[in-house]
C-alpha cells in the first residue's frame, strides 16, 4: 500500500540579504551587476585648493557604496578649512587634511575601504605606480601643471577615466574625460520608448494568434470580445484597412484615419458605452504602427569602425553580430516584452510567451554569430541577451580622443547667441564662466585683469564683454574660497555621473557641466 505524506515540508523562502536591505532603493536603478561595479572600484581624488567639492562627491560615493577610496593631499588641516568642509573640526587642526577626511567619509559606509595620502614636494609620483589600479581619477583645480601631467599619463596608460572639479564662490563646473570610445549597453530608456511590437512585420506565430482570436470577431460575446488585447485587435484591423486600401498607414493622415476605423469597431451597446481595449487600441496606433527605423545613436554604433584593439572587446564582438542581424532582417533583435494591456490571464501569457519565444531564437541566431569570432567563445548568454533587449538604444560616447570644437569656436558660438537672447527670449551663455574659471586652473587665485589676461590668450577682445568682465570680477572676489551649499550641490552632480561611468549605465554627460548658482543653472559643453 502507498504511504500517504500528509505534512510535506514547504520550500524555505529565502529573504532578501542585509546588502539587499541596506542598498534596496539603489539596486532598483542599477541592479546587482551596477552595485557590483561601484563594490569593485577604487577612486582616487587629488585634493587641492579648498579641498571641499572634492570631498563632498567622495561622499556621495561612499554612501552607496564605492569600494575604495583612496585621498591624496598635501595640505593640512587650517581654520578656514573648518567653515566650509562638513568633514572636518576642531581636532583635525593641525592634521593631515587626507588623513582626517578619510577618517569621518569611513563612518558614513562600514563597507567602504578609505586610503589616504599626505603629498610631500613631488610625490604624487608614488601615488601613480603601476601597483596602484584605479578605477577612475577626480582631481580638484587649481592643480599644478606637472601633477596634471601624472594625472594625463596614468588615464593614457592604463584606460582610466578622469574627472576635473573646479568650484569658486557661487560658481563651478566639473568636466569628464573618457579614455577613447565609451560604448553604453543599459542606456536605460524610458519604459513607453521602449514597447517593439512588430505590428507591421508580424511573424508567422503572431499571426497564427491573432487570426484565431478574431476568426468570429463579430460573433464572440462581450467578455470575450472585450478582453481581445489591443495588440491583436490592430493587428486584426490592419490587416482589413489593408484589404481596403492596399497598404498599411503611412502618414500622419492615414494613421488619424486609421484610428477612427478601428474605434468603429468597439461595440458601443453595452452598460460602460464601449470597450475598454478598443480605447486601447485607438490610443496605441500612433506609437505602435510604424516602420521600425534604425536611431541616428545605434547608426553611429554600427558605422563606427573599431580599431584592432577595440574590435577584440566583448561589445564590439556583439555590435557586429547585431548589425550583421540587422543587415540580414532589416530589423533589430526583438527585445521581447509585452506592454500591460486588457485582456483574459491565459490570453496574456499566451502572447507574452509568443514574443519571449521569437526573442530567445533571435538572442539564439546572433549568439551563434558571436560564438563564430575567434574571441567570442567566452561570451556568456546573459550578455548576449542583455545586448538584445536594449539594441535599440545603445549609444557610443566619443572620448577625449575625439576631435570637439575649440574652445575660440564656442565662444563664438555663445557670444552670438548671447547677442540674440533679447529677440530669442534664451537664457544667457553659462560659457564665460567656464572661461573665467578655467583661467584659474594653476594657480589658487587671481586679479580679475589677470582672469581677463589669460582668457584673451584664447578669446582675443574678451575685456570689451561686459558679462565676461563682470563673472571675472565674481572668481577673483572668490579668491579660490569654495560656498559649502556650491560645492555640495556639485558634488552631488559629479557622483551622478561618475555612478554612470563605473556601472556602464545611464548616459553621462558629453563633458562639461558648468554651474552658475546665483541663477541656479547649468550648462553642458563639449570642449
Not at 322 to 330: L, P, Q, S, V
Not at 394 to 413: C, F, M, Q, R, Y
Not at 501 to 523: A, H, M, R, W
Amino acid at each position: 500500500m502507498t504511504e500517504v505524506v500528509m505534512n510535506q515540508t514547504p520550500p524555505v523562502l529565502r529573504g532578501p540579504s542585509d546588502k539587499e536591505k541596506k542598498y534596496d532603493r539603489q539596486l532598483r536603478l542599477w541592479a546587482a551587476d551596477g552595485q557590483q561595479a561601484l563594490e569593485d572600484a577604487h577612486i582616487l581624488l587629488l585634493n587641492s585648493g579648498s579641498g571641499t567639492v572634492g570631498i563632498e562627491t567622495l561622499k556621495n560615493l561612499v554612501l552607496p557604496g564605492i569600494g575604495q577610496f583612496t585621498i591624496a593631499d598635501k595640505n593640512v588641516v587650517a581654520e578656514e578649512d573648518l567653515g566650509v568642509n562638513f568633514f572636518l573640526d576642531e581636532e583635525s587642526l593641525g592634521k593631515s587634511r587626507a588623513e582626517a577626511c578619510t577618517q569621518l567619509l569611513e563612518e558614513l559606509n562600514p563597507d567602504v575601504k578609505g586610503h589616504w595620502f599626505k603629498v610631500e614636494g613631488d610625490g604624487y609620483y608614488k601615488i601613480f605606480s603601476d601597483d596602484e589600479k584605479y578605477t577612475l581619477i577626480m582631481y580638484s583645480l587649481p592643480i599644478e601643471p606637472k601633477t596634471l601631467a601624472l594625472v594625463y599619463d596614468y588615464s593614457r596608460k592604463h584606460k582610466v577615466p578622469t574627472v576635473a572639479l573646479h568650484s569658486a564662490g557661487f560658481y563651478s563646473y566639473f568636466k569628464i574625460n573618457l579614455p577613447g570610445n565609451f560604448p553604453i549597453v543599459d542606456t536605460h530608456p524610458d519604459s513607453t520608448a521602449t514597447t517593439d511590437l512588430r505590428l507591421l512585420s508580424p511573424w508567422p506565430e503572431l499571426v497564427d494568434f491573432a487570426e484565431d482570436l478574431t476568426k468570429d470577431i463579430e460573433s464572440l460575446p462581450a467578455h470575450v470580445h472585450g478582453h481581445i488585447p489591443y495588440l491583436v485587435l490592430l493587428l486584426y484591423h490592419l490587416k482589413e484597412w489593408k484589404k481596403s486600401y492596399g497598404t498599411y498607414p503611412g502618414t500622419y493622415a492615414e494613421k488619424k484615419a486609421f484610428r477612427e476605423f478601428v474605434a468603429a469597431g468597439a461595440r458601443r451597446d453595452n452598460p460602460e458605452g464601449g470597450e475598454e481595449n478598443y480605447d486601447e487600441a485607438v490610443a496605441a496606433v500612433l506609437k505602435t504602427v510604424s516602420v521600425p527605423s534604425l536611431a541616428s545613436w545605434v547608426k553611429a554604433v554600427f558605422d563606427y569602425k573599431p580599431s584592432d584593439v577595440e574590435s577584440e572587446s566583448k561589445f564590439w564582438i556583439i555590435a557586429g553580430a547585431i548589425k550583421k542581424f540587422h543587415n540580414e532582417h532589416g530589423e533589430l533583435p526583438l527585445p521581447g516584452s509585452v506592454p500591460d494591456m486588457k485582456a483574459q490571464s491565459n490570453i496574456y501569457v499566451q502572447l507574452q510567451n509568443i514574443y519571449k519565444s521569437k526573442a530567445r531564437r533571435d538572442v539564439a541566431e546572433i549568439l551563434e554569430t558571436v560564438r563564430a569570432h575567434p574571441r567570442g567563445k567566452d561570451i556568456e548568454i546573459t550578455e548576449v541577451e542583455a545586448f538584445c533587449k536594449n539594441a535599440a538604444f545603445i549609444k557610443l560616447i566619443h572620448g577625449a580622443d575625439t576631435p570637439s570644437k575649440s574652445v575660440k569656436s564656442i565662444a563664438e558660438e555663445q557670444f552670438e547667441s548671447d547677442a540674440n537672447a533679447s529677440f530669442t527670449m534664451m537664457p544667457l551663455s553659462l560659457f564665460p564662466i567656464y572661461l573665467s574659471l578655467a583661467a584659474t586652473s594653476h594657480v589658487s587665485s587671481a586679479s580679475s585683469s589677470e582672469i581677463l589676461a589669460t582668457i584673451e590668450k584664447t578669446i582675443p577682445a574678451a575685456s570689451s564683454n561686459e558679462r565676461i568682465v563682470q563673472i571675472a570680477e565674481e572668481v577673483a572676489r572668490a579668491k579660490g574660497g569654495e560656498l559649502h551649499n556650491i560645492s555640495a550641490l556639485t558634488g552631488g552632480m559629479v557622483s551622478q555621473e561618475v555612478i554612470k561611468v563605473i556601472t556602464k549605465q545611464y548616459i553621462p554627460i558629453d563633458n562639461t557641466c558648468v554651474f552658475d548658482g546665483i541663477k541656479s543653472s547649468t550648462q553642458i559643453f563639449r570642449i
